[in-house]
């Protein structure tokens, strides 16, 4: 009887901690959230979060318990830092709120004190900051330059931030979503003839990733871009702004 009781006990445990540890199959508190904060064009609203600052806490603090390993599927691993990453962005903001770049809250020595170089996201036992998350998990683990349409760094040149969270089941589809979505933006980029474009630095900053699979860089774009490139079409590329993505 004290067996079955203990065992009793056991599962009870299991089943109370089961919410936690399957939250990163859903990330149900962070999708409320952006259903509310984040229109269909990525405009945020950050006084909203601000005002919320209590329930967007609460998702931070549901990452910080479930850190990743083995054992994941590779896709639930996957939503998971990109939803991390951009979770972590907005807590960025919202805790230095009112602000006009993001570029305002660190210094301009890239991997030494830019905003993405605080040390500021507690995930299991490490302390990570975005530059960690961006480049040592998500690029270096997964290896698809779709993440690049999906990670938002809170200005209005980056790809729009997704007003749904990233989960394993959809997050191809969702990345697809996202990189038609943003090729095809005049105002991030303008494909205006077959011959000549003017491109997010996003395609420059990380032409490795785009080209990693022997493709060029019209090629890549041309996947989903509904103006096709010439091989040989004229690039150039735009300035980035770095104002705030909403307001």
């Known amino acids: 009887m004290k067996l079955i009781k203990f065992i009793t006990v056991l599962v009870s445990f299991g089943l109370s901690f089961s919410s936690v540890a399957n939250e990163h199959l859903t990330h149900k508190g962070w999708n409320t959230l952006l259903n509310k904060h984040v229109d269909e064009a990525g405009n945020v609203d950050y006084k909203g979060f ?105 200005s209005v040149s980056c790809p729009k931030l997704r007003n749904e969270a990233y989960v394993g089941t959809t997050i191809d589809q969702q990345l697809e979503d996202q990189a038609k979505y943003f090729i095809n933006n005049k105002v991030k980029n303008q494909i205006k003839s077959t011959k000549k474009a003017k491109l997010s630095k996003i395609f420059r900053w990380y032409k490795g990733d785009f080209t990693s699979s022997g493709m060029s860089i019209v090629e890549y774009i041309n996947q989903y871009a509904d103006v096709k490139l010439e091989a040989d079409a004229k690039i150039e590329f735009l300035d980035y702004d770095w104002d705030l993505n909403g307001k």
Not at 64 to 86: C, E, G, Q
Not at 133 to 139: F, L, P, T, V
């Open 50 to 154: 601000k005002s919320e600052e209590k329930a967007l806490n609460e998702y931070l603090t549901v990452l910080s318990k479930n850190h990743p390993d083995n054992s994941w599927k590779r896709n639930d691993r996957l939503a998971f830092w990109i939803n991390a990453y951009n979770a972590f962005t907005v807590k960025l903001i919202v805790k230095n709120y009112p602000v006009k770049s993001i570029k305002d809250l660190g210094g301009s020595i890239y991997k030494v004190n830019t905003p993405w170089d605080i040390k500021f996201i507690k995930i299991g036992e490490e302390v990570y900051d975005l530059n960690n998350i961006e480049h040592g998990m998500i690029r270096k683990e997964f290896s698809d330059p779709r993440i690049h349409f999906a990670v938002n760094c809170a």
